[in-house]
């Protein structure tokens, strides 16, 4: 798309058609109710209003989402305001069927680390080398941590099984 020949409001409308479900994704990975999510979607899209005309392109714009949204998650859990623990149980988590809410439940008990690298390779189908870009890590940090979060996942629930 080129940013030239369409308004800063039609940008960021377009980039909310094609990300809010990806955002929204990587917010319930990280918080624990969905108002929390609101917020960080409403900030995530906010940045995006003020830098998207620094964005190459497409992919590199899906990129830069990302790591905005797993930096605004990881702000609002590290804030003052957030000292309420929530439990598992009492989260508000989309899921399609039973299977996929064990998969995401597991995946909520990693630390942040190993979820971002999990989600990134297996739901948004990155390879290794650009999920290190993406967070700024090597290579081989992100074959561990992809690696441990695998050994993880088996240990807290073994019917699990990964693609890869």
Same mark, same amino acid.
């Given at each position: 798309m080129n940013s030239q020949s369409f308004s800063a409001e039609d940008m960021v409308a377009a980039a909310i058609d094609q990300y809010a479900d990806m955002v929204r994704r990587i917010c319930f990975l990280h918080l624990s109710n969905r108002s929390d999510v609101e917020d960080v979607f409403q900030e995530v899209f906010l940045q995006y209003y003020l830098n998207f005309s620094k964005l190459q392109n497409e992919q590199h714009e899906k990129a830069w989402l990302c790591r905005v949204t797993f930096n605004k998650c990881k702000d609002l859990n590290k804030s003052f305001w957030r000292k309420k623990v929530v439990s598992l149980d009492e989260m508000e988590i989309p899921f399609e069927n039973e299977e996929q809410s064990e998969i995401i439940i597991a995946l909520l008990q990693l630390p942040s680390k190993y979820k971002d690298v999990v989600y990134l390779h297996?739901? @948004? &189908?990155? !390879? =290794?080398? @650009? =999920? #290190?870009? =993406?967070?700024?890590? /090597?290579? /081989?940090?992100?074959? !561990?941590? *992809?690696?441990? #979060?695998? %050994?993880? *996942?088996?240990?807290? %629930? &073994?019917? =699990? %099984?990964?693609? &890869?």
């Open positions: 297996y739901y @948004e &189908g990155r !390879s =290794i080398p @650009e =999920i #290190a870009k =993406i967070m700024s890590q /090597n290579t /081989n940090t992100i074959y !561990s941590r *992809l690696r441990r #979060a695998k %050994e993880k *996942l088996k240990v807290n %629930e &073994g019917v =699990i %099984e990964w693609n &890869g």
